[in-house]
């Protein structure tokens, strides 16, 4: 009796997710039949059975009393069986004819192994046998080679299925090794040289293939799952595993231990309960072209390894990590797409001087991560819509990252108290915050690209000598975090902001205007006595930004559309700001901190800002005695005098006052355009309307593409292919200006004409049916129109994909039409043959009277054919066409006969007459025929060609006695496809 604990009882720690799958997966392998170990054996021999083994069968096996012990140390006991004449042994031992156990049952009721074979060298075979209930291993090695283990059940055993102790140059291939109670499918020890190919083991207690300390394997195309510990287990070199699927097994899908130099490629491993794979204290290993995809833990997992080579693996959808690095050093992670990971896409934890290269790592909440790693290299990887996409902490050190891509998450890079780090030639951009976060020392950021970052393209807290040089800033800059450490960095002129310089002063007095020119944002660090006038640092970070400044005159410039605030002033006391420009910042126009005291700040224009200003300072005059700010909320009103001045006064939060509010009098502009999707090389107008402000006005254009124009309605051509913002100042004669801007305003296409691709060149219908079409579409500008002609004079359609039904049978040419927005016409044509509808099954009988001519001659040909409903007539019997009189008719008159026609009645399925006959007699048995038996005549055409057939060209459908002639017929036997009438295939 077979005792087994059921594997469907065990623990689980699944998902919902993962028990879903689990059950479709088990559904799947059901309906298939796979494997034969998910359904037990049940069957028992009693050994008081007095029948002899070979007498006794069970599914095609010979059923075996006794335990197969073959132990070749000498006494050849291969040759010895044979000599015995015992059923189950065949062969001779050499390689052409080696010796064959096959066809064989045996229950070891705990005995004993089923099959054991030792000290044995030649050549032999152990084929399609159902093993089970053994102690040892259902088949048993030792110290064995040459062998072939195929197509074997070795379930239900009390530990091994299949083991091989110092084995060498065996296949163990296409088995069956599940349901093992206490051990392993199939394990190796000291086994070199094997192929271990195409088995299944599930539901073992411990692994499903297990190799130990056993080199130069192939494990190929193995199915591993729901073992208790893991699918495949590896501790040995030299080997490939290649093509196996693990899955839902209890710890790892694959695990490496102690093993180099192996080859892991092409595998899956998923669902499974901690790691697809799980790679420890190995070295110098290929992990390649691998799947790892829902697993509890991680996807691929090194510890205490090193010098392996992860490269073009996909790992999805893992709960915690994708590529985890624990403690392991000189790695190459390259071209890995790692994606959709709840934690991280990949983690370096303690891992020193590895090369990480054109990876994706996208959709996890950590793009990538490092955890005190250090002396590690990032280039060329994509790492896209994370939370963070490059996180360094906990003081990872001297790493290098060059030329990645890290845009649209979060945080492009973040590092986090890291010091002596090189970010360089990087793009970071369209990031939630920061393009690049940096807190720590010595790290040095250059010539990368940080573009349309919401926040800051660089931002600094608490840094310690941080090189900056070289960085491209758009539509974002450089921030700070104002209390930690800005006297301590090294910022040149080589960064830009909006292609315009970023000015960082630290300690400087006297700095004049042309300190200033084309600035892109400035930032004053303990300076003094300086001016900075006529600047425009708009769309940036911070516009401009003082430290710790005294007696510093900002004055006429423009600072507007700013991330934060378009001037800043932190610790800053007895600074003038006059006549500023301050306008759609995304925060305040001007922000005083708690520190800044005896600021004056007049004649400044205010609007469109999330909040104007606010003075958490102490002291400061929002006016200069006589006049104020212009505000574009003031409410109040110029009453008596009229002098431009309001009435009441204006509040700053939380501690400013404007007594002498100025009437806001700047003027309004907008603009339209005559298109926004347009061609490369087409023109675009451009019409401006303005409203107040003291004539006259000037105008200031910036197309986005490197050209500019000063016309109040000007007309621009744009060059090249992209996306551009429009952007239009207008001041008037005070010097008042406003910016309005339409942001991604205008697409400009390449004119690439459209292109089709019929999937197929031709497709088959049945007359009265519904068919609907498809053709790729590719290119074009769109919007395109479609026009489908159908071939058949019926109306043309307009739909994608239009449904029509084609009324005759015959050979229709379709054609699509597509034309693009531009007028770009492109074609496609392809053929639908429209075959006849299938012969009802349900009329009571059919009678089909047909003439075919042959040289002069008319051949009658009377076929009669009774179909009842749903069966034929139980009475017919079969007749081959084209009959054998037919074939022979010659074509002279001396082999003309008289034709008589016996009666022809519904008894018979099937009659067929032929002959010569004279047209009047052929006359007369037509008029016989047709009034005795109801038989209608018909022109005989082919149903392919729907030309006439003549001869003995006649072929006629068996099943249902459709009309070919012989070419059309044999064309469609070459084509395996059957009777266009029926279906059936076409017996020629």
């Not at 019929?758 to 129109?785: H, K, R, W, Y």
């Not at 060209?953 to 029926?982: Q, V």
Request: net charge negative.
């Amino acid at each position: 009796m077979i005792i087994s604990k059921s594997p469907f009882l065990k623990p689980r720690s699944r998902n919902k997710k993962t028990k879903l799958f689990f059950f479709l997966v088990m559904l799947i392998l059901i309906v298939l039949g796979f494997p034969r170990a998910l359904s037990p054996i049940s069957i028992h021999v009693d050994g008081k059975n007095n029948q002899h083994p070979e007498k006794l069968k069970y599914s095609g096996l010979m059923v075996l009393h006794e335990l197969i012990n073959i132990n070749d140390d000498g006494s050849n006991t291969w040759h010895y069986y044979k000599t015995l004449g015992v059923p189950w042994l065949s062969g001779e031992g050499t390689s052409e004819k080696p010796y064959v156990i096959e066809n064989i049952l045996i229950d070891a009721n705990q005995s004993g192994s089923c099959i054991t074979i030792k000290n044995s060298h030649v050549y032999f075979i152990v084929r399609n046998c159902t093993l089970f209930d053994s102690m040892g291993g259902a088949i048993s090695m030792s110290d064995s080679s040459n062998g072939q283990i195929v197509d074997n059940n070795c379930s239900y055993n009390q530990d091994y299925g299949i083991w091989l102790h110092y084995c060498d140059n065996n296949n163990i291939s296409g088995n069956t090794a599940s349901n093992n109670i206490y051990s392993t499918g199939i394990y190796l020890y000291h086994c070199d040289n094997n192929t271990v190919s195409e088995n299944t083991v599930i539901f073992n207690q411990e692994y499903g293939i297990y190799l130990y300390d056993s080199n130069n394997n192939t494990v190929l195309g193995n199915t591993a799952s729901d073992n208790y510990i893991s699918g495949i287990f590896l501790r040995g070199d030299d080997n490939n595993v290649s093509g196996n699927t693990a899955f839902l097994n209890d710890q790892h899908g694959f695990y490496l231990y102690e093993s180099n130099n192996n080859i892991v490629s092409g595998n899956t491993a998923f669902l499974n309960d901690q790691n697809g794979f799980y790679v420890q204290n190995s070295n110098n290993n290929t992990v390649s072209g691998n799947t790892a995809s829902d697993n509890i833990y991680y996807g691929i997992y090194l510890i205490s390894s090193s010098n392996n080579s992860l490269s073009g693996n996909t790992v999805i959808d893992n709960e915690q990590h994708g590529i985890f690095l624990y403690i392991s050093n000189n790695n190459n992670v390259s071209e890995n797409m790692v994606t959709d990971n709840d934690q991280y896409g990949i983690y370096l934890s303690f891992s020193n001087n590895n090369t990480i290269s054109g990876n994706t790592a996208s959709d996890n909440y950590y793009g990538i991560n490092l955890e005190s790693s250090n002396n590690n290299n990032f280039s060329g990887n994509t790492i896209n819509l994370n939370f963070y996409g490059i996180n360094l902490k906990d003081e990872s050190n001297n790493n290098v990252f060059w030329e990645n891509k890290a845009n649209n998450n979060h945080y492009g890079f973040y590092l986090d108290n890291c010091n002596n780090n090189t970010v360089s030639g990087n793009t970071a951009n369209d990031n939630t915050y920061y393009g690049i976060f940096i807190s720590g020392e010595n790290n040095n950021v250059s010539g990368n690209t940080f573009s349309k970052n919401k926040q800051d393209g660089v931002y600094l807290d608490n840094c310690y000598e941080i090189f900056l040089s070289q960085n491209e800033m758009f539509e974002c800059g450089l921030g700070f975090n104002i209390e930690n450490n800005m006297y301590f960095n090294h910022i040149d002129g080589s960064n830009r902001v909006n292609g315009k310089i970023l000015y960082y002063y630290l300690n400087e007095m006297g700095l004049e205007s042309s300190n200033f020119e084309n600035a892109g944002q400035v930032v004053l660090v303990n300076c003094s006595y300086c001016t900075v006038s006529e600047v425009n640092t708009s769309r940036t970070s911070y516009g401009i930004l003082s430290y710790h400044g005294t007696y510093i005159n900002i004055s006429g410039n423009t600072a507007s559309n700013n991330n934060y605030y378009g001037i800043y002033l932190v610790n800053c006391d007895n600074n003038t700001l006059s006549e500023n420009n301050l306008v759609s910042n995304s925060e305040y126009g001007i922000y005083l901190d708690y520190q800044s005291v005896n600021n004056t700040i007049w004649l400044n224009k205010f609007a469109k800002n999330e909040g104007n200003a606010q003075d958490d300072g102490i002291d400061n005059q929002w006016d200069n005695g006589s006049l104020g700010n212009f505000w574009d909320d003031y409410d109040g009103v110029d009453g008596i005098p009229q002098d431009g001045i309001g009435n009441t006064s204006y509040s700053i939060p939380n501690n400013g006052l404007d007594r002498y509010p100025l009437i806001y009098t700047e003027p309004l502009a907008n603009f339209t355009t005559n298109a926004t999707l347009i061609l490369t090389g087409q023109f675009v107008h451009f019409n401006s309307t303005t409203f107040g402000g003291n004539f006259p006005l000037s105008y200031e254009w910036i197309f986005s593409d490197g050209f500019t124009s000063t016309e109040p309605h000007p007309i621009h051509k744009y060059e090249s292919s992209g996306i551009f913002s429009v952007i239009l100042t207008v001041t008037d004669l005070d010097g008042d200006s406003i910016e309005y801007s339409k942001i991604n305003h205008i697409i400009v296409e390449d004119d690439i004409k459209p292109s089709l691709n019929f999937l197929q060149s031709e497709i088959n219908a049945d007359m009265g049916s519904q068919i609907q079409l498809f053709c790729e579409v590719s290119g074009g500008n769109g919007p395109l129109t479609y026009t489908w002609d159908f071939g058949d004079g019926s109306p043309t359609s307009n739909e994608t994909s239009p449904i029509h039904q084609y009324e005759e049978c015959g050979n229709y040419k379709v054609t699509l039409t597509v034309i693009d927005r531009n007028g770009d016409v492109t074609s496609a044509t392809m053929n639908v043959l429209v075959r006849p509808a299938s012969v009802p099954s349900t009329n009571p009988a059919i009678f089909i009277f047909v003439m075919c001519l042959i040289v002069g001659f008319t051949t009658l040909v009377v076929t009669l054919i009774t179909v009842k409903k749903k069966r034929k007539s139980s009475k017919s019997f079969p007749v081959r066409y084209p009959p054998e009189g037919l074939k022979s008719i010659k074509k002279t008159k001396d082999q003309a006969v008289a034709l008589n026609l016996p009666p022809l009645d519904a008894s018979n399925s099937r009659l067929l007459f032929e002959g010569s006959i004279s047209q009047e007699k052929e006359k007369e048995l037509l008029e016989n025929t047709e009034s005795e038996l109801g038989i209608r005549r018909e022109e005989f055409l082919c149903v392919i060609h729907k030309g006439p057939v003549e001869g003995a060209n006649i072929y006629m459908c068996p099943h249902c006695t459709a009309f070919y002639c012989k070419l059309c017929a044999k064309a469609l036997k070459d084509r395996n496809e059957g009777c266009w009438s029926c279906g059936k295939p076409l017996e020629l």
